[in-house]
């Protein structure tokens, strides 16, 4: 029986496909599909499915990989974009199956993804970083359908992360921390250093001892450190060039030992500071070879939050996005980019996130622990990293005129005579290879 009225609608949109696939598609049609391929597409795209049609996608490929679980490649008219064929369907196909849909494109055909299955609420803090060796930066984004979701933070160097007040911004930011501080202990290529600028002063003292905070309402510590890392930044090109390097990866697979610069930003919205929000644009420019990399937060990333600088252009540089439930579409476009307002339509769970990577995602992210006892765990799997270094808080000290103090930059030798050792011990070089 054709349970879910698959067969009349398979045979008219496979017309011109061929008698031997096409019967093969009705073969599979017997089975529990969960979704009408026509009555959707029929639904955005009358003029190519329905009588008056000119072009009709063509399902080429249809077969069930796994319970609950379908995949479709789709052939498109030359004159349907891809890319409003994805922001169109995805959601409405969502919404029919009650699960997830995704959709990609592989060189010139289309792959839909479906599945029925529910995400779970909850998934408590959990992070193997044996499992993500092929990883610099790996950090969890939390679980869609299929699995466990994370990504490398070092092939996309920024992270825009949106969501209304207590919907899971800084529980996420709680994540990454996490991750790559235990990732950062266990594998050599993935060491970095974190510097949070925390406005809100009260979410990340449990790693006071990992990462550094910087916590001024009146801006001047975070002035300092954005402005020491643009000196930073300028550093690492002499060492790009002298290893004839293009980006970072490279200088980590050479063998040398040069920690990763994660900042995190939360609540940017609060950086109304001229010069902050300077530094903060030019690092976002020019910072990605240089193997340091930015997360940013807020609430509504609008193009006029910063006073000073005009927001939309840094956020065009965030390749990576993960929205929580926002409260209407103008948000969830802001959030994700124009077109996409899938975080709008969110349910609301804490945590529940759309993550935009090329291909949109679903993911229920993690939570991190607020009891002692377990927040006591993740701390004992981080002991042993290297706790943070005084003495670079005491290298970004302003003088009357706000002009950064800098120690003395140490001497750089050719490539072919470089040893680790050779480097003064320096603050400067500190944020190039670790003691």
């Not at 903060?280 to 609008?302: E, L």
């Amino acid at each position: 029986m054709d349970k879910y009225g698959m067969i009349g609608e398979l045979q008219n949109v496979t017309e011109g496909l061929g008698q031997k696939y096409r019967n093969w598609l009705l073969k599979k049609a017997m089975g529990d599909v969960p979704v009408s391929v026509r009555e959707v597409l029929n639904s955005v795209y009358p003029e190519y499915i329905g009588k008056q049609k000119k072009l009709v996608p063509i399902i080429l490929v249809e077969k069930r990989e796994k319970e609950h679980e379908w995949f479709y490649v789709l052939s498109l008219p030359p004159d349907l974009l891809f890319e409003k064929f994805q922001r169109d369907c995805e959601e409405l196909f969502a919404q029919r199956i009650g699960g997830q849909c995704r959709i990609s494109k592989e060189g010139r055909s289309v792959k839909m993804y479906l599945s029925d299955m529910e995400l779970n609420n909850l998934y408590p803090f959990k992070f193997d970083p044996k499992k993500h060796t092929d990883k610099y930066l790996p950090i969890p984004y939390g679980y869609s359908t299929t699995g466990e979701v994370v990504g490398d933070l070092s092939h996309y160097p920024y992270l825009f992360i949106a969501g209304n007040p207590r919907d899971g911004k800084t529980n996420q930011i709680l994540n990454i921390i996490a991750s790559l501080l235990i990732a950062s202990k266990h594998t050599p290529k993935s060491h970095c250093m974190i510097f949070v600028i925390d406005y809100k002063r009260v979410d990340f003292q449990d790693f006071k001892d990992y990462i550094y905070l910087f916590q001024d309402p009146n801006h001047k510590s975070q002035r300092a450190l954005l402005k020491f890392i643009c000196l930073v930044i300028e550093g690492r090109a002499k060492i790009l060039n002298d290893l004839k390097c293009k980006d970072w990866h490279r200088v980590i697979d050479k063998g040398y030992d040069i920690p990763w610069i994660v900042i995190i930003a939360d609540e940017l919205t609060m950086m109304q500071d001229k010069e902050c929000q300077q530094y903060f644009n030019q690092i976002a420019r020019v910072s990605a070879a240089a193997g340091v990399t930015i997360i940013g937060a807020t609430q509504r990333p609008s193009a006029d939050m910063w006073q000073y600088e005009k927001f939309s252009n840094t956020r065009q540089l965030f390749d990576a996005r993960l929205a929580l439930p926002l409260p209407d579409i103008a948000s969830s476009h802001i959030a994700l980019g124009d077109g996409y307002k899938q975080a709008a339509f969110l349910p609301k769970i804490k945590g529940r996130a759309i993550y935009k990577f090329g291909e949109i995602q679903e993911v229920q992210t993690m939570k991190f622990p607020e009891e002692e006892n377990e927040i006591a765990k993740i701390l004992n799997r981080i002991k042993g990293s290297p706790a943070i270094n005084p003495n670079i808080y005491n290298a970004m000290q302003i003088d009357e005129s706000s002009n950064l103090l800098l120690p003395r930059q140490s001497s750089y030798r050719e490539p072919r005579t470089l040893r680790i050792a050779e480097y003064e011990p320096d603050i400067f070089t500190s944020f190039f290879f670790r003691k």
